[in-house]
């Protein structure tokens, strides 16, 4: 069975600082993995997707995030978040069957 | 490039009725997957559609049923609505079913149920 954790419900960054967001799976096979964001009022749009052949996923929008087998995780970063950053974000693993529950950003000014 | 498309946008229904939402897939796509997302929730897989037959089904009654039309368009149809049913019910649409396929989601058809 898959299914994805998504660690802290709401996270808050000031405008320039890192964001970092956490997202543990648990796959019985080598997983695929997906960072989708979500702005109010719409669907959801891809980040980025593990599929084996990197460990280090870069997506649009300048975030990226590392899949670490040891840890069974898969976080999202972005060295300098934007206002405009200020969204829900859901990590998916396999076939997206399986989402996490979300995570919402908040951008401080 | 039209994307994946949704209608109606907005729907309100009362308990006891049926409702059918549409999908159109993003062009060159043959697969098309429903979610529902409750307020405050992430997507719940619902079912996939491949070949106009269901290929993958979530944990949803059979009150949600779905077809796939030979132009890869989809209908969900949800009958006896329960409040519960109230949500963000977003259509996703794919190259192929396998896993690893990106999917492109529409907007989402918000459905309230009073």
């Known amino acids: 069975a898959q299914s994805v954790t998504q660690l802290g419900s709401h996270v808050s960054v000031s405008e320039g600082a890192l964001v970092l967001l956490r997202c543990n799976y648990s796959?019985?096979?080598?997983?695929?993995l997906f960072w989708y964001v979500q702005y109010p009022n719409q669907g959801l749009q891809l980040l980025l997707k593990?599929?084996?052949?990197?460990?280090l996923v870069k997506g649009i929008n300048g975030f990226e995030a590392e899949f670490k087998k040891s840890e069974t995780s898969f976080h999202l970063t972005k060295p300098s978040a934007h206002m405009s950053d200020a969204a829900e974000y859901f990590c998916a693993v396999q076939a997206q069957f399986y989402f996490g529950t979300g995570t919402s950003l908040t951008v401080i000014p | 490039d039209a994307g994946v498309t949704q209608s109606p946008t907005h729907l309100i229904k009362t308990r006891g009725q049926q409702v059918t939402l549409r999908c159109s897939p993003k062009?060159?796509?043959?697969?098309v997957s429903w979610y529902q997302q409750a307020l405050g929730q992430g997507p719940q897989f619902i079912f996939q559609?491949?070949?106009?037959?269901?290929?993958q089904r979530g944990n949803f009654p059979d009150r949600f049923s779905g077809h796939q039309f030979p132009n890869y368009s989809s209908e969900l149809n949800v009958n006896a609505l329960l409040l519960g049913d109230s949500a963000l019910y977003l259509c996703?649409?794919?190259?192929?079913?396998?896993?690893?396929?990106?999917?492109?989601f529409g907007p989402g058809t918000r459905l309230t149920v009073l």
């Open positions: 996703a649409s794919s190259a192929r079913p396998g896993q690893g396929y990106t999917q492109y």
């Open positions: 796959s019985s096979v080598p997983p695929y």
């Open positions: 559609y491949y070949e106009e037959e269901e290929r």
């Open positions: 062009s060159g796509h043959d697969t």
């Open positions: 593990y599929t084996s052949a990197a460990t």
